[in-house]
């Protein structure tokens, strides 16, 4: 077997619990607070404003606030407004893709907003961001299909009004928002984050989830529906981590449904843990599932230079080579991160990526975040994911100092 990650020790964590902060300030600082979320991205080279960067400097910078920084940032709040779609109650990514418009509103984007507009209102009681999310919520709610998540008899919100699939992280990340809504604002989002997290609780396989049937989506030459990748699986982490911690004060089904979800979100760290992270916290960007009696599968499982693991008979799990981009070391520290915070990890697990990203993604004298390790330009959404990780893992951090 080839093709392994780089032979690393582990790295050193940050000496104190005052670092992380102190790197995120200087980040912002670098950036500019007006400019955060603004800039090219792998997909686009001219500068745009990105709603999805937007909400995760905005969610890392009210975790900062919560952790002693003066400003609460109302104004990146403000800028997220600004960035929605049309309608105004849902957002899209900044630019085209897919054969769709800038302006088309998806699912996962409108998620990770209203998650970060509930934490803003959770730190400031404003009235207009409770009434932008509570907005979001009713979009995912009402102005998007349900279609069944392929092959659970349960239904999840559609990629987009024109894109009418459902896949597992966008549905578990809906679902996540939607159980927020439903403690925060309103319980009549509890039905939906319900029926949400048990499509997603039933379309996990081998403790996985694959990306899913995703239209005519690829990845490389690999049909989507056996990848598994470490961006879109920690959004699934993060969103069963979110039934957990408040679908008990709902009460009856809906308090039950977080034992399910427990479970499954263990499966699933303990998943990524093996398959895509590793003890020196290198992670790399997937994996697929190869069953050996599909064409796929059998073709993936007999290549020789490519990692391969068996986890049932005939069932593989074989390693791609490249490392992670930076957004998934970002959305895997935040899903840890929340994950620890409710019992269902330990810091031991978060430490390895968090010590590795310190060391090796954080270390610029610029105070930018580089796309990889090899890779070093910036893009504002990978940067987004790691800011919002790395201040979602300072609590941890501390703790395990303690």
Known sequence: MTAAPPTQARCAPPRSRTQVPELLRAHVAAV????????????????TTHPMALALYLEGLVELHAQGDQGVPSTVGDRLLSSAASDSRA???GFGWHGRDAGEPYAITTAVCGRALLAL???????????????AADWLCDAVEWPELPGTGRRGP???????????????????????????LDPRYADNAREATLAVVAAQ???????????????????????????????TLLGLADCVAQAPALGG?????????????????????RHLSTTSGWCREKVAIADERTKH???????????????????????????SRLWGYG??????????????????????????????????????????????????????????GLAAAGPVLAEAAA
Do not use: C
């Open 32 to 47: 500019g607070a007006e400019r955060l979320g603004v800039g090219p991205d792998p997909y686009l080279a001219r500068p």
């Open 121 to 135: 209102y959770r730190a400031t009681g404003s009235e207009r961001h409770r009434l932008a999310a509570t907005a």
């Open 158 to 184: 559609a990629y987009s009004p024109n894109l009418p699939y459902a896949v597992p992280n966008v549905t578990s990340m809906a679902a996540g928002f939607l159980w927020q809504a439903a403690t925060m």
């Open 297 to 323: 599968g059998a073709e993936l499982a007999n290549r020789p230079r490519l990692r391969r693991r068996e986890i049932a008979t005939g069932v593989w799990v074989v390693a791609f080579p490249a490392e």
């Open 253 to 273: 089904d809906h308090a039950a449904s977080a034992g399910a979800a427990r479970i499954a979100l263990a499966d699933g760290l303990g998943f990524v843990a």
């Open 205 to 235: 396989a081998h403790g996985a989830w694959a990306y899913g049937e995703a239209g005519s989506r690829q990845e490389g030459r690999l049909p989507a529906a056996i990848v598994v990748d470490l961006i879109h699986s920690s959004y």
């Open 91 to 93: 957002w899209g990514l």
């Open 331 to 388: 959305a895997w520290l935040s899903a840890m991160a929340r994950a620890t915070a409710i019992g269902a990890a330990d810091a031991e697990t978060l430490l390895p990526t968090l010590s590795y990203v310190w060391a090796k993604l954080a270390t610029s004298p610029s105070a930018r975040f580089p796309l990889t390790s090899d890779d070093r330009r910036a893009f504002p959404r990978h940067e987004a994911h790691l800011f919002a």
